[in-house]
């Protein structure tokens, strides 16, 4: 039998993490159409606003009812504006384990947010939902996804070797670049101690990426 993500939302100090509505149409749009966001992720280039509308009424709820994922939209708590998105996918129920993707727009960006985002998503799964891993790839070249990572305390196990696909800008425009996927694993003993480090280090800069 499938099992689903609750339709939920997570609070930490600055941020609330929710479900998408239609009224985040327009920023996410914005978002997705950023330089770092092109360069690091597979989404359609350019990002309109009906391939928005699209995620957020049908493919975002698709992938949590279907039990294979969570997309949540990252919102300051003071602001209530859109600073990133975090996206759970390739979700295996039986091993309890998931793949953790984030973006942060460029407007949010050096506030740590990435950090604290997927800190506080990585705590509800294995609270809450009793996941036992949690996944993390970045491409090779991509430091600011993998100091993300190592933040929040992920463990790197090795390499895939040619397995992500970036694009790069050229004076003819984006191209596709080959690259190693790093793969970075979370467990729940790995949480021991990371939210102290986290606010005695008073976040640091992190850039989109959605690899």
């Known amino acids: 039998m499938t099992t689903t993500f609750p339709d939920i939302s997570i609070s930490t ?3 609330v993490l929710r479900p998408f509505d239609e009224d985040d149409v327009p920023a996410l749009a914005e978002m997705m159409n950023d330089e770092q966001v092109m360069a690091w992720t597979d989404v359609p280039q350019p990002f309109t606003e009906d391939g928005a509308r699209t995620w957020i009424t049908e493919y975002a709820p698709g992938e949590r009812t279907g039990g294979r994922g969570l997309d949540l939209a990252v919102t300051e708590f003071l602001t209530q504006r859109l600073v990133g ?8 129920w039986h091993v309890r384990s998931t793949e953790l993707q984030y973006v942060i727009a460029p407007w949010a960006r050096g506030e740590g947010y990435a950090s604290e985002a997927a800190l506080a998503t990585a705590r509800w799964l294995f609270r809450d939902q009793k996941f036992e891993r949690i996944e993390l790839r970045t491409a090779a070249d ?3 996804s993998q100091q993300v990572a ?7 196990e090795g390499v ?3 397995a992500c ?3 790069t800008r050229t004076e003819a425009g984006w191209a596709e670049i080959r690259t190693d996927f790093i793969v970075w694993s979370l467990l729940p003993e790995d ?3 990371v939210s102290e480090a986290l606010a005695d280090s008073g976040g640091f800069t992190s850039y989109s990426n959605w690899n």
Do not use: D, Y
């Open 191 to 193: 949480l021991e101690g």
């Open 165 to 167: 696909i970036a694009r």
């Open 13 to 15: 100090e600055r941020l």
């Open 160 to 162: 895939l070797r040619n």
């Open 85 to 92: 998105v975090i996206q759970l996918a390739k979700t295996n």
């Open 142 to 144: 991509n430091t600011a």
């Open 150 to 156: 190592q933040k929040i305390g992920c463990i790197s």
